[in-house]
């Protein structure tokens, strides 16, 4: 019911036929119960606990269905990857991904879903050049490395204020953003990747456009959509493989687009052709759908919340317990539930020791950026409680071998 609710939402043309039977069932385990401790069992296909910040780690039970869709799809006798996008099949596979998406996170039906290419780093040139004209002010709120590219990318374009600047472990109270009285929309990232740090509710911005980066916690929690102009997401985090970028934006933004921009970064092309001008990411597309219908049927975007709160004290909890032999060099008020880097701050030699016996329990992919060093664990939705619980055991482990 709600899905179809959700489909007649989506404002897609009217396929003319039944198109939910087409992705089958993916069949999942709606557990939120945390695993007993120092769980060692090995996991299907020999597969590891993949920390990475993205590419990352996708549900084993998505990659089995992708595998046997693989060669044959639902008995079209070929792979989603060989079909015309044009088909029906296709058809059937964006509709019933964007349905989802929008039951999900109960999006309004006056927002557009996109799924794009380019990944999210085409949306730092494609908002200034949607949403404002030369000469215009805009707002960025820059509080890691992602909100500064997306800052520096818009200088090409329009006047960037910098309303506010966050130093890496913290974020700027919003009541003290300094948002120019013209500007056209406020853009921030709604979780640092690097930094691991997140914004935990909707900054407050009045009537301002809102436009936000939630590249790497993007269907982690629920939001309330109808607070923002635009939001963005590349999928490779938290939804996907790499390929596509997901777009909601608010239909009133769309056709707004400077006449010299290319074809390709005008939102309103790709609302009017379904995400279809051009020839999609489809495989991407395919993927994202088959994590959408999990997640519905895990609960939605709330038991996500729960599970994510969860697995993330888990760690933040054996940080805290190591009697500062680890560090969380983040604010714990905006410590992100997704990106959790953390140091050995009396012994950083001792690092690189960490990450290789990690490794060689199939614990992979926990080095920390190269910008910031020391160790990050990514536990996007698709990390296990039993991934995150072997590493917690693990770093007790560690700590009480080395603590001096
Ligand atoms: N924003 C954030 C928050 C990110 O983490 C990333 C990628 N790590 C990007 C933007 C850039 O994404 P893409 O590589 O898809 O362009």
Redesign the pocket.
Known sequence: MQLQQAKIAAGRRPAGRTVVSRIPTVRVQATVAMPAPSSTAAQPHGRVFNFS??PAILPVDVLERAQADLVNWQGTGMSIMEMSHRGKEFESVIQKAEADLRALLNIPANYKVLFLQ???????SMIPLNLAKAGETVDYVVTGA??K??AEEATKYCNVNIAAKGDIKSLPPVSGWKLSPDSRYVHY?D????GGVEFKSTPDVGDRILVS????NFISKPIDVSKYGIIYA?A??NVGP?GV?IVIIREDLVGHCRADAPTMLDYKIHVENDSMYNTPPCWAIYMCGLVFDKLLKLGGLEAMQKLNEQKAAVLYDAIASSNGFYNSPVDPAVRSLMNVPFTIPSQPDLEKAFIKEAEKLGMLQLKGHRSVGGMRASIYNAMPVEGVQKLADFMKEFAAKHAK
């Open positions: 910040a993205g380019g990944g999210a780093s085409t949306q730092f992602w909100s590219k997306a990232c979780n640092e990747t690097i980066d939630m590249s790497s590349g490779q985090k790499a970028t």
